[in-house]
């Protein structure tokens, strides 16, 4: 089955519902199974962890408590597939900017107080993949050549 799981926060629940409703369009070319979609806080947006070096961001105290809750995300979405499994499994994850940088630091074991040093575009695509051994790539990080460049925002 394909996994969409997805940010309860709005922007991204849209954005999810644009990305189903592409996929069903494609008459069976990319969604060939089950489509399975899960809306869940863990992946609202949120500030995760102080950013290194210095920046002019400062965010009020109280949004640091969104560290743990990040956190948690990346170690429920990001593991290696289980011994048993046999085929190949594909999860879209519908989140917001902050997370998604936060989450390519922690799976490529780069410092997670680098995640302000990427700028992602709204709507931009990262595709992260895990080896069933656990290895780690990533092939594309903010792509946004499939949006008309005056539509291409960053906030």
């Not at 790539?137 to 925002?153: E, Q």
Request: proline residues 5%.
């Amino acid at each position: 089955a394909v996994v969409s799981t997805q940010s309860t926060g709005a922007r991204a629940s849209e954005t999810g519902e644009i990305i189903l409703s592409q996929l069903k369009e494609s008459d069976g070319e990319v969604l060939t199974e089950k489509f399975e979609v899960e809306k869940t806080d863990m992946l609202r947006e949120g500030h995760p962890i102080h950013a290194v070096p210095y920046s002019k961001f400062k965010p009020d105290s109280w949004e640091f408590t969104d560290g743990a809750r990040i956190e948690a995300a990346f170690r429920k979405y990001f593991q290696r597939a289980h011994y048993s499994q046999k085929e190949e499994s594909h999860e879209i994850i519908v989140c917001h900017a902050n997370v998604i940088r936060y989450l390519i630091c922690r799976a490529s074991q780069n410092p997670p107080e680098g995640w302000l040093r990427m700028s992602l575009a709204n709507g931009s695509i990262t595709e992260i993949g895990i080896d069933p051994n656990g290895k780690v790539f990533i092939s594309g990080i903010g792509d946004k050549g499939h949006m008309p460049a005056d539509m291409v925002t960053f906030t």
